[in-house]
């Protein structure tokens, strides 16, 4: 369980360094989900690897408990995180975003915490890749939506640039498969 628990912590920490230095950043509003899918889908094989080769042993109502609950802490730390953004147009027109000093507390509570209740249950830190991968993805939705509330009409041209650069990412990749 060392050698997982020792991946999920330094990916963890990779990730956690890259998306906050992102999230303070400004940028512009998008809703690409790929990514953070990908990270659920690592997380949840982290965790299936815990159960299957690591032996992790956790009766079925400690899951629906930590589960539950750590799903719902996921859930309100990236509401919290994404209300905590500020939104503007910038001078092309495009919705802009950027965390602040209340992004990073939010950030560190809701990790700390997190951690430290992985700790008490499974002894280690297997479950934070998938918490991660949840947490990002409904606070990419929530700052979406938010975004989309305050400025419905300039949305349309961060959605248009999000298909134009979806569509020219797939030609780049039919071509070189060509």
Not at 46 to 63: E, M, R, T
Not at 83 to 106: C, E, H, I, K, P
Not at 150 to 174: G, V, W
Request: net charge positive; hydrophobic share 50%; aromatic share 12%.
């Amino acid at each position: 369980m060392q050698n997982l628990d020792l991946t999920n912590l330094v990916l963890g920490a990779w990730l956690l360094f890259v998306v906050i230095k992102r999230q303070l950043a400004p940028k512009v509003v998008r809703f690409k989900m790929e990514f953070f899918v990908l990270v659920t889908l690592l997380g949840a094989a982290s965790i299936g690897d815990a159960f299957n080769k690591q032996h992790l042993q956790i009766s079925p109502s400690q899951v629906v408990v930590f589960g539950g609950l750590s799903l719902a802490s996921a859930i309100i730390f990236a509401l919290l995180r994404a209300w905590s953004y500020r939104f503007w147009v910038d001078d092309n027109g495009l919705v802009m975003r950027q965390g602040n000093w209340l992004t990073l507390v939010w950030w560190v509570v809701g990790i700390a915490g997190h951690l430290g209740v992985d700790r008490l249950w499974t002894g280690s830190s297997v479950t934070l890749l998938l918490y991660l991968g949840i947490t990002l993805l409904v606070q990419r939705g929530c700052v979406w939506w938010l975004a989309s509330r305050k400025y419905p009409t300039e949305m349309r041209a961060n959605a248009e640039l999000q298909a134009e650069r979806h569509h020219d990412r797939s030609s780049r990749r039919k071509r070189r498969r060509e």
